[in-house]
């Protein structure tokens, strides 16, 4: 039997005017804005709808307000009735997928990922750690790199994102005799990326530790349907393992592509990338073209993937 999964966004997806058309478009969305408006203290649906490219850049910024999106476009499904059968979220992502859920109540979700955000940002100085991200190459390559890059400083895989792109992270000068490594190894493309903090590495204990209390008062309720968490690449569906998932996985890598498989090989042939932009729909296609991956974003996103759902469903009844 076919199986559905929604996929929420990350860091780096967002951009100037997201969800206001969602806002504009459906109550239950614009619901959503006003929650967050509430719980944070400040207009974030203002940030989302009218900010700039560097605002929105701000970690503890970036981090509420596509949480805010992605909510607000998995209400808009919510409502006319299209529930997934897993769900998975990209590093910040995973917490949309907690609220999806049903684990974590959205005004708290919001309100930890803005400390979240400004735990990130402050755990390195600005200047001091990088994140690259390295094409072509596998991942022992990449793992044998940063060994050789590192020279007693923090350099490690961050994202294992698809087979063609794995993002590193760690001490700046380290980052970069990553990239000139992986460059010089036949990597197809190594680039440094325009992060503000090296996420996802040994350099985030601090966040971790400063994320620990805000974590552990805050209230998980068992999953409505399992996710596939970054740091085991496992579905959980336990309160308990979904504050573990989100506290541990500040230091440790993504596992993106085993995460998608695991879905896959749970019988899950639709996905849904569910909040802004694009990027975990083109990782999809690097892992698997065989699978169907729609996207909502806005209402005309939304109701394409409704109708695409709704052919899909009627294509498996008919078989």
């Known amino acids: 039997m076919s199986k559905l999964a929604f996929l929420f966004p990350g860091q780096a997806s967002q951009y100037?005017?997201?969800?206001?058309?969602?806002?504009?478009?459906?109550?239950?969305?614009?619901?959503?804005?006003?929650?967050?408006?509430?719980?944070?203290?400040?207009?974030?649906?203002?940030?989302?709808?009218?900010?700039?490219?560097?605002q929105l850049k701000l970690t503890e910024n970036t981090q509420p307000a596509i949480l805010t999106v992605s909510v607000a476009a998995y209400r808009a499904l919510e409502k006319r009735g299209i529930v997934p059968d897993f769900a998975a979220g990209h590093s910040l992502g995973e917490y949309s997928a907690m609220v999806a859920a049903g684990s974590l109540e959205f005004a708290a979700a919001v309100k930890l990922v803005r400390a979240r955000g400004r735990y990130m940002q402050e755990a390195v100085p600005a200047s001091e750690g990088a994140m690259a991200a390295i094409m072509g190459l596998s991942p022992s390559d990449v793992m044998e790199i940063c060994k050789k890059a590192a020279q007693g400083e923090v350099v490690s895989p961050a994202g294992l994102n698809s087979p063609e792109q794995i993002a590193i992270s760690g001490a700046a000068a380290a980052v970069k005799r990553a990239v000139e490594i992986a460059s010089q190894a036949g990597a197809k493309r190594a680039v440094?990326?325009?992060?503000?903090?090296?996420?996802?590495?040994?350099?985030?204990?601090?966040?971790?530790?400063?994320?620990?209390?805000?974590?552990?008062?805050?209230?998980?309720?068992?999953?409505?349907?399992?996710?596939?968490?970054?740091?085991?690449?496992e579905a959980i569906q336990s309160g308990e393992e979904a504050r573990d998932a989100l506290l541990r996985q500040v230091t440790a890598p993504v596992r993106w592509v085993e995460s998608m498989r695991e879905m896959i090989d749970a019988g899950v042939n639709v996905f849904v990338e569910v909040g802004p932009a694009k990027v975990l729909s083109g990782l999809l296609r690097q892992i698997d073209r065989s699978v169907r991956c729609f996207q909502a974003e806005d209402s005309a996103s939304v109701q394409a993937t409704l109708d695409k759902i709704g052919a899909a469903r009627a294509e498996i009844t008919e078989a």
């Open 192 to 233: 440094m990326l325009p992060v503000s903090a090296p996420f996802h590495c040994a350099l985030m204990e601090k966040a971790r530790q400063r994320l620990e209390p805000d974590l552990r008062s805050a209230t998980f309720g068992a999953l409505r349907f399992p996710v596939a968490t970054n740091v085991d690449a």
């Open 16 to 54: 100037p005017g997201m969800g206001r058309d969602l806002a504009e478009r459906f109550p239950e969305s614009r619901a959503v804005f006003e929650e967050a408006d509430a719980a944070l203290g400040f207009s974030i649906s203002k940030l989302c709808f009218e900010g700039t490219e560097e």
